[in-house]
């Protein structure tokens, strides 16, 4: 018999390819190695499961295409015209994303359910989507990402796609929650 510690494995999740890490022990058998995927991911119900991060190569690829883009979109609600860059924030968290192979919905509201819920700026990584509120308290209606050392970059009605402190100003009380992918 083969002793498994770890097993790196692969899952889908609502269109978006994560990294799962299973941690525990299973006994697998040579015969059955080529299913030991699945059968440790559906089988051991006493493993540990959770989702691992994007890959650094990956976030800073994210960020680069977010940077690449300041100066140069403009804002309109409602709008997603990425071919002559008009677009509101949502259409611009989603076009970052999905220039890098990564699917989320259009809407703020609508990406604040992809991902692992991050409730305090604190526990946030570079790469996360942050959702505020910018009228009626509580409710998500801007959408931007994360990119380290309390700042954030996004596609605003006053400046089109800037970077933006989270902990002063404006943006301070504004932090509803985080995605993390």
Same mark, same amino acid.
């Given at each position: 018999?083969?002793?498994? #510690? +770890? /097993?790196?494995? +692969? =899952?889908?999740?609502?269109?978006?390819?994560?990294?799962?890490?299973?941690?525990?022990?299973?006994?697998?058998?040579? =015969? /059955?190695?080529?299913?030991?995927?699945?059968?440790?991911?559906?089988?051991?119900?006493? !493993?540990?499961?959770?989702?691992?991060?994007?890959?650094?190569?990956?976030? !800073?690829?994210?960020?680069?295409?977010? +940077?690449?883009?300041?100066?140069?979109?403009?804002?309109?609600?409602?709008?997603?015209?990425?071919?002559?860059?008009?677009?509101?924030?949502? !259409?611009?968290? @989603?076009?970052?994303?999905?220039?890098?192979?990564?699917?989320?919905?259009?809407?703020?509201?609508? @990406?604040?359910?992809?991902?692992?819920?991050?409730?305090? +700026?604190?526990?946030?990584?570079?790469?996360?989507?942050?959702?505020?509120?910018?009228?009626?308290?509580? #409710?998500?209606?801007?959408?931007?990402?994360?990119?380290?050392?309390? @700042?954030?970059?996004?596609?605003?009605?006053?400046?089109?796609?800037?970077?933006?402190?989270?902990?002063?100003?404006?943006?301070?009380?504004?932090?509803?929650?985080?995605? =993390?992918?």
């Amino acid at each position: 018999m083969i002793f498994v #510690k +770890k /097993n790196r494995l +692969k =899952h889908s999740l609502v269109g978006l390819s994560l990294s799962l890490l299973v941690t525990g022990t299973a006994l697998l058998s040579p =015969h /059955n190695a080529s299913a030991a995927t699945a059968s440790v991911a559906e089988a051991n119900v006493s !493993a540990t499961v959770s989702a691992t991060s994007l890959s650094s190569s990956r976030v !800073a690829s994210i960020l680069s295409t977010a +940077k690449s883009y300041i100066g140069k979109v403009k804002y309109r609600y409602g709008v997603r015209d990425t071919k002559n860059l008009i677009m509101d924030c949502s !259409a611009f968290t @989603q076009m970052v994303f999905s220039k890098n192979g990564i699917t989320i919905p259009w809407g703020s509201k609508a @990406q604040a359910s992809y991902g692992t819920l991050v409730k305090s +700026k604190t526990s946030l990584v570079k790469g996360d989507l942050v959702m505020f509120s910018t009228t009626t308290p509580g #409710k998500i209606n801007h959408v931007g990402i994360y990119i380290g050392n309390g @700042q954030f970059i996004s596609n605003t009605t006053s400046s089109g796609v800037v970077v933006r402190e989270m902990n002063s100003g404006y943006w301070k009380d504004r932090f509803i929650m985080g995605r =993390h992918f």
